[in-house]
């Protein structure tokens, strides 16, 4: 199955806002609203941070936020922290297969 | 609490089997499915498949289709994957987690399992 595109880093300063995209195809993120995305810290097990496209779970920051439109959904952080650099990814119902994953994405804040 | 607490690490040799363990608690563990989710060394996230607990129905990324078998045991509400003839790419992090319904997120991670082959 093919991932879906992430952009391989974003980077931002301190209180900036950073968007990463997250691009699919019309059998996946295009087709269906059960995008996901999740932060990974180093050592860590990932976490969920954004469900069914723009969903926060109880306890997120509401400074993340997640959008679509068309074939792409975005993740966007707002009001960047230091403890927000992390790798990201994003997952997608699939057509052909329940999940796809993006390849993910290293955020550094500067 | 929910909680998803895997088996420790693993160092086994080429062509052995390992089987890794994912015990739920906190929850009703028949009412969600279990994923499995690979990460091979500085990599990305790889999903392998999922498991019903209720029936155990499984339904298996193509790229492990045959190369992984997925159990549960009800009674014990554990989830395991099994690999059955180990080669030394199959060194990485493997992780449980649960989900309501096929397509749905991942709201619940287990720790992590690291698995090294080496001869």
């Known amino acids: 199955q093919s991932a879906l595109t992430q952009p391989a880093s974003v980077s931002g300063s301190p209180r900036q806002s950073i968007t990463i995209s997250c691009t699919g195809a019309?059998?996946?993120?295009?087709?269906?609203?059960?995008v996901s995305w999740y932060q990974q810290h180093p050592g860590k097990a990932p976490k969920l941070i954004i469900y069914e496209v723009s969903n926060r779970p109880s306890g997120v920051s509401n400074r993340f936020s997640g959008s679509k439109s068309g074939n792409t959904a975005s993740l966007t952080i707002s009001g960047l922290q230091a403890e927000d650099e992390a790798d990201y990814y994003c997952t997608s119902y699939s057509s052909t297969n329940p999940y796809v994953f993006g390849a993910g994405t290293t955020v550094t804040v500067l | 609490e929910v909680q998803l607490v895997q088996s420790g690490a693993e160092v086994k040799k080429p062509g052995e089997s390992v089987k890794i363990s994912c015990k739920g608690s906190?929850?009703?563990?028949?009412?969600?499915?279990i994923a499995w989710v690979r990460q091979m060394p500085g990599k990305g996230l790889e999903w392998m498949g999922i498991?019903?607990?209720?029936?155990?129905?499984?339904r298996y990324s193509p790229s492990f289709q045959g190369q992984v078998t997925m159990s549960v045991d009800k009674s014990t509400a554990t989830a395991y994957v099994q690999f059955s003839s180990l080669r030394a790419s199959d060194t990485a992090m493997y992780y449980c987690?649960?989900?309501?319904?096929?397509?749905?997120?991942?709201?619940?991670w287990g720790q992590g399992t690291l698995l090294t082959v080496s001869s």
């Open positions: 019309s059998g996946d993120v295009g087709s269906y609203d059960y």
């Open positions: 906190g929850y009703k563990f028949t009412s969600y499915w």
């Open positions: 987690a649960r989900h309501w319904s096929p397509g749905s997120a991942f709201d619940y």
């Open positions: 498991i019903y607990p209720g029936d155990s129905e499984t």
